[in-house]
């Protein structure tokens, strides 16, 4: 469970995210033209085998990772899966439009 304050602030980051990727339909084309742009500003993007991590740090050692994926239309999308520290400290994988853990 997080803060329904942070919750707002992930769905900000998302739309954020989900700007920056339109136009794009390659993981590798984006990585090229933005990994010095998250660099200057001290957010992680790391290019995984199928998907973006962009992590964010926070104070505290909190954190949360945004997922950019391909979508079956060919471009590029974020996930409304973000990885974060939830409220008691426990890592969690959270839909932040549900405000709901990922299932199991």
């Not at 939830?86 to 969690?92: K, R, Y």
Request: hydrophobic residues 40%; aromatic residues 12%.
């Amino acid at each position: 469970m997080v803060s329904a304050e942070r919750l707002v602030m992930m769905r900000k980051r998302h739309s954020f995210l989900t700007e920056s990727v339109k136009g794009y339909t390659s993981l590798d084309d984006y990585v090229k033209n933005k990994k010095d742009w998250f660099a200057v500003v001290g957010i992680d993007l790391i290019l995984e085998c199928n998907r973006i991590c962009i992590h964010f740090s926070f104070d505290n050692n909190e954190y949360e990772d945004y997922f950019i994926v391909q979508a079956a239309e060919g471009r590029l999308a974020v996930s409304p899966f973000v990885g974060c520290q939830n409220d008691f400290c426990a890592n969690d994988m959270l839909n932040i439009f549900s405000g709901k853990p990922e299932s199991v």
